[in-house]
């Protein structure tokens, strides 16, 4: 090359480089000002709304906030940072009636009896939706969807004033609430007087033009929300019926649910027709069905295939195609989560390098992301980067999904700690017996519940998994996460890397494989909303800052537990975490699937047949949805009121197993120790309060 060509060549360079500098600062100016603008909410009550008394018979006057590391204006932005969760037209959720009223569904006392959080309007939520409700937008369109604090913000009311417990598990109801929203968009149809206010107070506070608009998008949403709550039921006798209550969502389930809905394809889908239909019921429905199929446009093809089926055929495909999303378990609390070698109750999810990106992707897709995958010719960087190669073709896994803000919340919550117990407000904790409580501590429980400084910057959290036969626990959950399959669809073909080796995806595979695929290639799909060079700069900056931010490294799993083989690549995941109990106190129910009422009841025996009566062991039936807090027990109030009554007898919400105190459960070291007496668990509880 010549001197002047590479001088040439150089002065490019510098060009470039310039560029790029300066498109950085300025980019990293707009980001710091944008931050400054989401932090400008500083409702001194963070929002908080007031509700005299609710159905449960609560009641509180004040909202106080307990020092977790936040300042008023990181709770709001927690509360408000958008993810891409489009569950509704927003204007459908702020006008939306409930089915057998003219009063709105979002009202603050109907949202609180599905146990969400009603806020007032400020800054960043002008509209006063409950905590974790959102106006989000995608491809220029306001849709209504969820945020981190929907399920993982909490309340404890006390003597007429509620805590607040920010990152602590929700106490809502979330199958009912999309259950009655089903029901309220279907009447809304059906009742001439509610689709007139509707679409007439729609089109005052929306982008549509006319009222045609407004309907059909109504009787596709209506469609599809119903839709949802239909995917997600039991449907035999072979597993009972498994109703979520509050505090409790088959999270796991529901997202497999919806990668399997979405990575259907068109060939796959006819096999399945033929398969439940007659051959005249065939030829009838695919003279309709074949057109969508053969159509480039294949977004939500089963839920355009089902407007041509009776409600019948949809039922059989719905069983061919989906698992029952039927083993809720307890929403996490969230503080220290960053600091996690593996999350999820089962430890499923490796927590270094860009795991958070793509576990939080995996969430969002589970909170109604728009997904928009579609095959198309050729391939890409994103189908290269996201492991399918430089084939003929590639699946385009374009989606609402925000990983910027997702990864902005990751780090927020590395600020966040555990709540102390209020002693300012709740009894004040007995010094006596926790000292002798400490001691038990050590002896029972320390082997696997390790002890951190929770406001120690450079804390870590090593999961200690223990296997489902060796705790007892219930074992739905787990067996769900490790038996489930689906139809592969469009990412038939793709390898999925696992801790021993390559899964090839072939016809029908594990869920959690085909989950791993999925938010696999969300992540390595730019937003497409933003302009190119842009959304290419900002995703790279994304996977830089994750990587090299995390400070946790690959690790070997801790614990009690299966590995995994190439025969069984899901065996560890056959097990349950045992985390560091800070702030346990405020993270009622116990056990993974909310099963134990109080923490006094968890340091009972279950009632087996040959147990005496006269003993006292963990109830049964109880019932949940109050939140008024019990100190002498440490958990939500059980009985006497009208709630969601919980029964343990059905398979996912046993509550049994964990007995270490009861000395039915043997230690890690495959020892028992002896029964607690009533004052050594009170001793004990006293302990547990103070963490």
Known sequence: MSYEMLSHYLRWVKILTLILIGFSIAWGIVGVSLRMYELRDDDPDRGAAIIDVNKF?????????????????????????T??????PYSFFLVLEQSDSKALFRSDGNMNRYGYLPQRPTASNPDGLPVGMVRDEYQGKPFMGFTCAACH???INYQGIGIRIDGGPANADMETFMIDLAEALYATLQTPAKLDRFVTHVLRYSHYKNAEEVLADLKKYAQRIKTYTIINTPRDTKRPLTR????????????????LEHIMSAQQLRELLAEILTPAELTEVMSDVEPLLSSSDRDHIIERTQAYLTEKQIIKLRNKIYNPADAPVSYPF????????YVQWNGRVDNSGIGPMARNAGQIIGVFGTLDWQEKEGFTLSSVLGGQGFGSKHIDFQSSVDIRNLRRVEKHLRQLTSPSWPEHILPKIDKTRLARGAKLFALYCSSCHDQINHADPNRRVVAQMISVSSVGTDSKMAENSAAFTGYSGILRNQYVQTNVGNILLQHQVPAVALLTAATRNVVTTPDRDKWFIRRWIERSLDFTHTFFD??????LKNGNYTPDTTANPFASIMAYKARPLNGIWATAPYLHNGSVPTLYDLLLPKRQADDPAEGEYRPDEFMVGSREFDPEKVGFKSKGYDGFLFR????????????????????LDG???????NEQRLDLLEYLKSL
């Open 153 to 155: 913000t909490t309340q």
């Open 334 to 341: 969230l503080w220290d989560v960053p600091v996690h070698d």
């Open 648 to 667: 343990t007898s059905i398979w996912g919400n046993n509550n049994g197993g964990h007995e270490y105190a009861s000395g039915r459960t043997p230690q």
């Open 244 to 259: 979520y209550g509050y505090a409790r969502l088959d999270a796991f389930g529901r997202i497999y649910n919806r990668v």
């Open 671 to 677: 020892t028992f120790l002896p029964a607690l007496t």
């Open 83 to 88: 993810q891409g969760s489009n569950l509704l």
């Open 57 to 81: 018979g609560d009641h509180f006057s004040r909202t106080v906030y307990l020092a977790q590391g936040w300042s008023v204006s990181d709770s709001l932005w927690f509360y408000n940072t």
């Open 550 to 555: 995390n400070e946790i490294r690959p690790s």
